[in-house]
């Protein structure tokens, strides 16, 4: 997949500060475009990214300035927590650029916490309704942010907007990693992934096929399972997932030969066919 063809693009606040950590941690390298969406001046202003798109300007200006910074993309992410008014603004009109410029397309996004407004998740139905369009989509209920805390302690809303930056970069990283030796991006439709860390390649897969984002025994009812570690071959963490997952499931395994102080295993599932 040719890198320079990626677009990494962070919508609303919280996709902004996304795309700046994924920037600071060095995502892609220099070979990815990435792009900030939102209505916030202030918030664009002092984002990493170079190219700001403000959505207070009229819509045909809006629309020409997206399609000018999606321009000859292989490969389009979406970063975003759906519920505000840029994401329901944004979202459509990337989906449709996208779609018309035979683009693939991928979207990180988080879902409104269940008490949240009636309008926030009146804009999150209509963002999801615009997803169904794209070809592989991860969705995070806002409620699960908490669960990555395992001690009993009020959290802030700054310590959940590290929680979703850090699920929202691991996941294009991996997400990118997992597709890099093919061809074209993977089309997944709706997805789910993990991930975790070890002393051991097992004990990292057994953490990321436990990464609290997940739904229980979720593996079991996948199609496809792509997983990816660090830390040389290891047959009994690959005899592992055999056992867990359904005898007509797909299963794809990467090793990939980078070393860190501690194994990091990565696990995408998927139930589409095929």
């Keep these: ?8 693009v962070g919508i609303g606040e919280g996709g902004a500060r996304a795309v700046g950590k994924m920037i600071a941690s060095g995502v892609g390298n220099k070979n990815v475009d990435f792009v900030s969406i939102g209505k916030d001046e202030n918030i664009l202003l002092t984002s990493a990214t170079r190219n700001n798109i403000f959505l207070n300007q009229d819509p045909p200006t ?9 321009r000859d993309a292989k490969l389009i992410i979406i970063v975003a927590g759906i519920g505000g008014t840029s994401a329901t603004q944004a979202i459509p009109r990337i989906v449709s650029l996208a779609k018309n410029s035979n683009a693939t397309t991928v979207a990180f996004v988080s879902k409104p916490f269940v008490l949240e407004s009636a309008e926030r998740k009146k804009n999150a139905e209509y963002c999801l309704n615009s997803l169904r369009e794209v070809d592989t989509t991860f969705i995070f209920p806002a409620e699960k942010f908490f669960l990555f805390r395992l001690y009993q302690k009020e959290v802030s809303i700054a310590e959940l ?41 097992l004990e990292a897969i057994k953490s990321a096929v436990k ?34 997952i359904s005898s007509d499931a797909k299963l794809f395994w990467q090793v990939d030969n980078s070393q860190g102080e501690k194994t990091f295993a990565a696990i995408i599932f998927s139930r589409k066919e095929g």
Excluded: C, W
Aim: aromatic fraction near 10%.
């Design 1 to 8: 997949m040719d890198k320079k063809k990626i677009k990494i």
């Design 211 to 244: 990464f609290p984002a997940l739904e229980e025994n979720e593996i079991k009812h996948s199609k496809k399972i792509f997983v990816r570690h660090t830390g040389g071959s290891d047959s009994a963490s690959k005899n592992f997932i055999k056992k867990m």
């Design 161 to 201: 907007f590290e929680v979703a930056n850090e699920i929202f970069y691991q996941g294009v990283k991996i997400f990118l990693e997992i597709s890099s030796d093919k061809s074209t991006p993977l089309k997944l439709g709706e997805a789910s992934l993990g991930y975790g860390f070890g002393a051991t390649v």
């Design 62 to 70: 809006v629309y020409k300035n997206i399609s000018a910074a999606l």
